[in-house]
């Protein structure tokens, strides 16, 4: 038996090898454009900083504005007092003579200086009255050589991602001799389709998923803590997810295959259906930050995509009724027209 299983193993030595290789000629290319790609890979968490703070900053004005309206409140009133003092001792000690009206000026002089005073105080409260963000959320690294490790990881994601399309087509290669020669023809729609749905899947989670779900998990604590996220945690989180959703979207690409080599049928899957849900969800809570949202929005396309693999399965290879049932089905018509 081992020596039946030698020819393919070796065969998929040689698929391994060459998609192992392409991916290292694909890291070399990545590699120099690394801060390029870590830009792309920043901007959501970017986005949902500078979003957040726009946030806590609008509250913060708003808190701001209050406080000033209470301190312009509280200073003039006593202002407005010894403004009005003032012009009564004036008016007092120009209609009366001698030493009273000596007196009375020098008070409306006193009065006087204590009007400009709180004048200037009202003034000085307004202008030391700014509206303060205490937010400062950062991405931080806590290791020495921690920015070449992103690098490293980074080149390497986008390499798997460029070398996507050939690693798809050395799988066929792999079991093009199990097929017919019609079979053999589909190389082009399966290597084409599955780099396609993997980018619609990348893509998808990069302009839909990672918004919200960042923008929810970093305003969840953000009144209370500043969040200073590190770099290479961020770095790992966001790969598993683009992974989790590329791979995800290529279901109807491998339903398509499986049913072209009679693996599965349309049956399988509907039969498979309440199984699936729970897998999925299962999927999505492992692939997604800890929040319903984003979970929702990995499991809802998954449920979408696996009832798309029926139709396309359907199609490619539909439940065939035995024969036995033919034949309870030919003689049940039989009897009722007899």
Do not use: C
Not at 132 to 145: A, D, E, M, W, Y
Not at 285 to 308: E, N, S
């Amino acid at each position: 038996m081992f020596e039946e299983l030698r020819p393919h193993l070796a065969e998929l030595r040689k698929r391994l090898g060459l998609s192992v290789l392409s991916v290292f000629i694909a890291f070399i290319v990545t590699f120099t454009f690394h801060n390029q790609i870590l830009t792309w890979i920043t901007q959501p968490l970017n986005d949902a900083l500078v979003q957040v703070g726009r946030i806590i900053e609008s509250q913060d004005k708003a808190t701001w504005k209050m406080k000033q309206e209470e301190q312009h409140l509280t200073v003039s009133l006593p202002s407005k007092k010894a403004a009005e003092l003032s012009s009564n001792l004036d008016a007092a000690s120009k209609e009366t003579n001698g030493k009273l009206a000596q007196l009375l000026q020098k008070a409306a002089a006193s009065a006087k200086e204590l009007t400009n005073m709180l004048a200037d105080m009202e003034n000085n409260s307004s202008n030391s009255l700014s509206p303060h963000n205490t937010f400062n959320g950062q991405i931080t690294t806590h290791q020495v050589g921690g920015a070449f490790f992103v690098a490293l990881k980074v080149s390497f994601f986008a390499a798997l991602l460029l070398a996507m399309p050939y690693i798809l087509y050395q799988l066929w290669l792999f079991v093009a001799p199990g097929l017919y020669s019609h079979e053999k023809k589909m190389v082009l729609p399966f290597v084409i389709g599955g780099s396609v749905m993997f980018l619609i899947g990348v893509m998808f989670a990069y302009y839909i998923v990672t918004p919200f779900g960042f923008q929810f998990l970093i305003t969840f604590g953000a009144f209370l803590y500043t969040p200073l996220i590190n770099i290479e945690d961020y770095v790992g989180f966001f790969t598993k997810i683009m992974l989790g959703f590329g791979l995800a979207f290529e279901l109807p690409v491998f339903a398509y295959f499986l049913a072209l080599l009679g693996l599965v049928t349309d049956r399988t899957l509907k039969d498979f259906f309440k199984y699936a849900i729970v897998i999925i969800f299962l999927i999505a809570a492992l692939l997604t930050p800890p929040d319903i949202l984003t979970q929702l929005l990995m499991a809802a396309p998954l449920v979408i995509l696996y009832g798309v693999s029926i139709l396309i399965v359907a199609a490619v290879n539909p439940e065939k009724p035995d024969e036995d049932e033919e034949e309870d089905e030919t003689d049940e018509a039989s009897s009722q027209k007899a």
